[in-house]
């Protein structure tokens, strides 16, 4: 049995279980007034979730948990679509142990999908990767059952490897037919001016929310807007396209680093659900 140690607990998120439950509690008590709680009755397929150290992002990420944590649906399995900052890997890059460590235990990964997907497998690519880590310690948090994951980093963004990412998910569920859900890590823009990453953001958020990711990847890419994630964004619109004709979404909480550590040069988060209606 092979287990991912964790890369950035003490650094991104504290490293024991109580002092996580505490720094999330404190953040909830500021938030809880502004979460959405009624969205916890959809059927949720997914969001779009910040991945930087919970002290700045988890403002917007909480949103997510805590509706999350409210649904009445129970996932077998979350996978967790990531950015890769290393370099270490293939384009697409599935984990090769079997369980992540975090201060709350460990967390199974969900190999009944790997025969189906038909992606890589690379320890190095999440070793010391953080963008699907910071996630593993929410869920557990916010879960009062038993879950399991399936990391999947993207050193190669681009629409090809999106649309690959959600049909091979598509069609591996068809088979195996499980509950899942998708989260798509991303910071938006990167060490701007606030006023300059909210106009900036604004419009890979404006195509997020047409549903259109080859809109995001050409707006990205044509204004340099340094949104880190934007294949996994992408690969998460794809996958609702295939779920329904109809997916919703809906923008949960935006803000950035500056409204907790005062700068000119911030870094944006935003959280923003992807559902269908009952």
Same mark, same amino acid.
């Given at each position: 049995?092979?287990?991912?140690?964790?890369?950035?607990?003490?650094?991104?998120?504290?490293?024991?279980?109580?002092?996580?439950?505490?720094?999330?509690?404190?953040?909830?008590?500021?938030?809880?007034?502004?979460?959405?709680?009624?969205?916890?009755?959809?059927?949720?397929?997914?969001?779009?979730?910040?991945?930087?150290?919970?002290?700045?992002?988890?403002?917007?990420?909480?949103?997510?948990?805590?509706?999350?944590?409210?649904?009445?649906?129970?996932?077998?399995?979350?996978?967790?679509?990531?950015?890769?900052?290393?370099?270490?890997?293939?384009?697409?890059?599935?984990?090769?142990?079997?369980?992540?460590?975090?201060?709350?235990?460990?967390?199974?990964?969900?190999?009944?999908?790997?025969?189906?997907?038909?992606?890589?497998?690379?320890?190095?690519?999440?070793?010391?990767?953080?963008?699907?880590?910071?996630?593993?310690?929410?869920?557990?948090?916010?879960?009062?059952?038993?879950?399991?994951?399936?990391?999947?980093?993207?050193?190669?963004?681009?629409?090809?490897?999106?649309?690959?990412?959600?049909?091979?998910?598509?069609?591996?569920?068809?088979?195996?037919?499980?509950?899942?859900?998708?989260?798509?890590?991303?910071?938006?823009?990167?060490?701007?001016?606030?006023?300059?990453? #909210?106009? $900036?953001?604004?419009?890979?958020? %404006? @195509?997020?929310?047409?549903? +259109?990711?080859?809109?995001?990847?050409?707006?990205? !890419?044509?204004?340099?807007?340094?949104?880190?994630?934007?294949?996994?964004?992408?690969?998460?619109?794809?996958?609702?396209?295939?779920?329904?004709?109809?997916?919703?979404? #809906?923008? $949960?909480?935006?803000?950035?680093? %500056? @409204?907790?550590?005062?700068? +000119?040069?911030?870094?944006?988060?935003?959280?923003? !659900?992807?559902?269908?209606?009952?």
């Amino acid at each position: 049995m092979k287990i991912r140690e964790p890369a950035v607990a003490g650094r991104f998120y504290p490293g024991t279980k109580k002092e996580i439950s505490d720094m999330l509690s404190e953040i909830l008590a500021k938030e809880k007034t502004n979460i959405d709680r009624t969205l916890s009755t959809k059927q949720i397929i997914g969001a779009i979730v910040p991945h930087a150290g919970y002290m700045f992002s988890a403002y917007q990420a909480i949103h997510f948990f805590e509706i999350l944590k409210d649904s009445e649906e129970q996932f077998d399995t979350f996978f967790i679509i990531n950015p890769n900052h290393t370099g270490y890997g293939a384009d697409i890059a599935l984990d090769e142990n079997d369980y992540w460590e975090t201060p709350f235990g460990n967390v199974e990964v969900d190999k009944d999908f790997y025969d189906f997907l038909n992606f890589s497998e690379s320890e190095n690519a999440h070793k010391f990767e953080h963008s699907g880590e910071v996630m593993v310690p929410m869920l557990q948090n916010a879960l009062n059952y038993d879950f399991k994951i399936v990391p999947v980093t993207l050193t190669s963004q681009n629409p090809k490897n999106a649309k690959r990412i959600a049909e091979a998910i598509f069609k591996a569920n068809n088979i195996l037919n499980k509950k899942i859900c998708i989260i798509a890590s991303s910071d938006f823009s990167h060490y701007v001016h606030p006023q300059e990453g #909210k106009r $900036l953001d604004s419009f890979v958020i %404006g @195509e997020i929310l047409k549903l +259109n990711s080859e809109g995001v990847f050409k707006e990205v !890419l044509e204004k340099n807007i340094s949104v880190c994630g934007y294949g996994p964004i992408m690969a998460l619109i794809e996958y609702s396209k295939l779920v329904s004709d109809t997916p919703k979404v #809906k923008i $949960l909480k935006i803000g950035h680093s %500056g @409204e907790v550590m005062p700068s +000119n040069e911030v870094v944006d988060y935003v959280s923003i !659900l992807f559902y269908l209606e009952d």
